[in-house]
């Protein structure tokens, strides 16, 4: 028994042969399907449709059309009008996720990473007093009334999220910082 196993010939393992590109020359994903995530962009949800767009973006795989990371291609690369492809898919996408007056601000930025920076700058700044105070009133008008309890405490709740994020940490050194934000979550 043990000659006749040593007499097996070993089966040759051949190279799997593939029509994947080569290591160096890089393969941009197109995803055309729509999506929509729960609350669209009006202007006052900003931190929090900034945070579900990110997550169902990066979950599709195409995070770096927002971040720039990596960056994409050189315009003379031959895989360009393939990101480019990519880059108009995922730009499609917040509109799809926009209040429709929002949509002419964005509509002519020319690539996703534009429309991404330009609605980070209109609506995440946190100087703008303005903004401040209009939250400043909504916490001061928020009523029980007919709601539940936790439905109350969930809007109030936004509110003060929104607070922080707008509230810059006026501490300079980085132990301050931690003491400052450890003493904001109490």
């Known amino acids: 028994m043990s000659k006749s196993f040593a007499m097996m010939k070993s089966p040759t393992i051949e190279p799997e042969t593939t029509n994947k590109p080569p290591e160096n020359h890089a393969s941009y994903r197109i995803d055309t399907q729509p999506f929509v995530i729960g ?27 927002i971040t720039r990371v990596p960056p994409p291609p050189p315009r003379t690369d ?10 108009n898919c995922v730009f499609t996408w917040i509109p799809q996720n926009i209040e429709s007056r929002l949509v002419s601000r964005v509509s002519q930025q020319p690539t996703t990473r534009y429309v991404w920076d330009a609605l980070a700058v209109t609506y995440a700044s946190g100087g703008d007093k303005i903004q401040i105070y209009d939250m400043h009133m909504k916490a001061s008008m928020v009523k029980q009334g007919n709601n539940s309890l936790e439905e109350t405490w969930s809007v109030l709740q936004e509110l003060w999220i ?13 132990e301050d910082m931690e003491i400052h934000d450890q003493f904001i979550q109490e």
Do not use: C
């Open 162 to 174: 929104s607070f922080d994020k707008k509230r810059t940490n006026p501490m300079k050194y980085p």
């Open 78 to 87: 031959p895989t360009y009008a393939q990101w480019l492809q990519a880059d």
């Open 39 to 65: 609350d669209k962009l009006n202007g006052e949800n900003y931190h929090l449709w900034a945070v579900l767009m990110r997550k169902a973006i990066n979950g599709r795989g195409m995070e770096p059309h």
